[in-house]
T-cell receptor, first 111, second 113 residues
C-alpha cells in the first residue's frame, strides 16, 4: 500500500476555501485515492474518491495531477462544522491488501 | 436504515478477561474490517474479511481474533486483553473490497485495567 504524507494540522476561517494536499510518491497503477472525514468520537465518513484529473461532488473536489504522486482535497467555503480530521487513503479497490490510514490532517475552522 | 452497529459502545474490563465486541451490517456488504484508533497514531487496521470464512491480518493483529461465519457479522475477540489494548475500536464494511467507500460503525471505547 502506498504510504501517504499529509500536514498534521491546518487552520482556516469560515467562508474560506481549504486545500489539503496528500503526498503518495509510491502510488501504484491500480491505486485509487480516497478521502475520509472524522469528527471526534465518530467513525470516519467517506468524502470523495478519484483516480486521475479532477473529481467533484456536493461536498468537495479532488485534484490529481498527471503523475498521481500527490492529490489535493479542496473544501469550498468551509464552516465551523468542517472542523475535523481528514484522512487520505491510497489503495486498490480489490481488497488484496490491508488498508492503513495515516495520522490525518486536523483542520480547525475559526469563526 | 443502512448502518454498521457495534456493541458494546463502552467497555471497562480487567486484564485477562476474555471479551467480544460485536459488529453487524445490514447492507449485504462483502468486505468488513476492524480498526483501532489511538492518539497520534491514526486508524490502524487489525483484521479484515473479504467474504464469509475469509479473514486476513491487517497492520496490528496481535492479541486479537476474528471470525466471519455470516456475511452480516464480524465479531472482534480479545482472548486475554491487556492494558495496551485500551483503545477506540471501529468496525467498517463496504460493498466490494479495498478503498471502496467504507461505512464505519459508531465505535467502541475499551478500557483494560
Amino acid at each position: 500500500l502506498a504510504k501517504t504524507t499529509q500536514p498534521i494540522s491546518m487552520d482556516s476561517y469560515e467562508g474560506q476555501e481549504v486545500n489539503i494536499t496528500c503526498s503518495h510518491n509510491n502510488i501504484a497503477t491500480n491505486d485509487y485515492i480516497t478521502w475520509y472525514q472524522q469528527f471526534p468520537s465518530q467513525g470516519p465518513r467517506f468524502i470523495i474518491q478519484g483516480y486521475k484529473t479532477k473529481v467533484t461532488n456536493e461536498v468537495a473536489s479532488l485534484f490529481i495531477p498527471a503523475d498521481r504522486k500527490s492529490s489535493t482535497l479542496s473544501l469550498p467555503r468551509v464552516s465551523l462544522s468542517d472542523t475535523a480530521v481528514y484522512y487520505c487513503l491510497v489503495g486498490e479497490n480489490t481488497g488484496r491488501r490491508a488498508l492503513t490510514f495515516g495520522s490525518g490532517t486536523r483542520l480547525q475552522v475559526q469563526p | 436504515e443502512a448502518q454498521v452497529t457495534q456493541n458494546p459502545r463502552y467497555l471497562i474490563t480487567v486484564t485477562g478477561k476474555k471479551l467480544t465486541v460485536t459488529c453487524s451490517q445490514n447492507m449485504n456488504h462483502e468486505y468488513m474490517s476492524w480498526y483501532r484508533q489511538d492518539p497520534g497514531l491514526g486508524l490502524r487496521q487489525i483484521y479484515y474479511s473479504m467474504n464469509v470464512e475469509v479473514t486476513d491480518k491487517g497492520d496490528v493483529p496481535e492479541g486479537y481474533k476474528v471470525s466471519r461465519k455470516e456475511k452480516r457479522n464480524f465479531p472482534l475477540i480479545l482472548e486475554s486483553p491487556s492494558p495496551n489494548q485500551t483503545s477506540l475500536y471501529f468496525c467498517a464494511s463496504s460493498l466490494y473490497q479495498g478503498v471502496e467507500t467504507q461505512y464505519f460503525g459508531p465505535g467502541t471505547r475499551l478500557l483494560v485495567l
